[in-house]
């Protein structure tokens, strides 16, 4: 199918294979704004939002502010962590890179809502997954079902005990694992061994 093409879309740049979409897209991630007492009453709006940002450039901008965000982010430091984890650290120099873009935006909300205080916004990242096979394959779930999106806390991941701290020699992030019944790939803390794959009958 590509040989009749071939010649234009090399010229034209068009066979570039980005694959921003295939084989296997992650998760997207969008923002979503609160405000405590809103005096326009919209106390929630989601960040990108197609009703909303038109046309799709803007929403697309959106988008890549939201990616651009959690990309960035890094979760606070604990307080029994205080001590160790010294003031040039670069795990504090993340979190305070994200802290600068989260409240960033939470002015650009405060003054385009005329908002009297900062500290009535609050922003929190929420993660949209592809249904898996079975899920759109057998009950036929919309892509924009509400089982697909889930609020990611602002917090040291918890399911990790072993895992390894920025400074402490790690990254303070840990994939949550897929559920085992979707034949996912088994994510293995840092320092443990990597279980033995079952045979199959």
Do not use: C
């Not at 909300?109 to 997954?129: F, N, S």
């Amino acid at each position: 199918m590509h040989a009749p093409v071939q010649a234009y879309s090399e010229f034209a740049y068009l066979n570039h294979g980005y694959a921003f979409f295939a084989p296997d897209p992650g998760p997207s991630h969008l923002m979503r704004v609160d405000v405590a007492e809103a005096p326009d009453g919209e106390a929630s709006m989601t960040y990108p939002d197609l009703s909303r940002q038109w046309p799709r450039l803007l929403y697309h901008r959106h988008f890549m502010l939201t990616e651009f965000l959690n990309n960035v982010y890094a979760p606070p430091i604990p307080e029994a962590l205080e001590e160790e984890v010294a003031a040039g650290d670069p795990w504090r120099a993340e979190r305070k890179r994200y802290e600068a873009v989260r409240d960033s935006i939470r002015r650009h909300v405060q003054a385009a809502r005329q908002l009297p205080e900062l500290e009535a916004i609050t922003i929190e990242r929420v993660e949209h997954r592809m249904p898996f096979v079975d899920e759109y394959l057998e009950e036929r779930i919309r892509l924009n079902h509400e089982r697909l999106y889930r609020t990611l806390e602002d917090r040291l991941p918890t399911n990790a005990p072993n895992v390894g701290l920025p400074g402490l020699g790690g990254s303070p992030l840990y994939p949550e694992a897929p559920p085992a019944d979707r034949g996912g790939p088994i994510i293995v803390p840092p320092g443990q061994a990597q279980p033995e794959a079952e045979e199959v009958p």
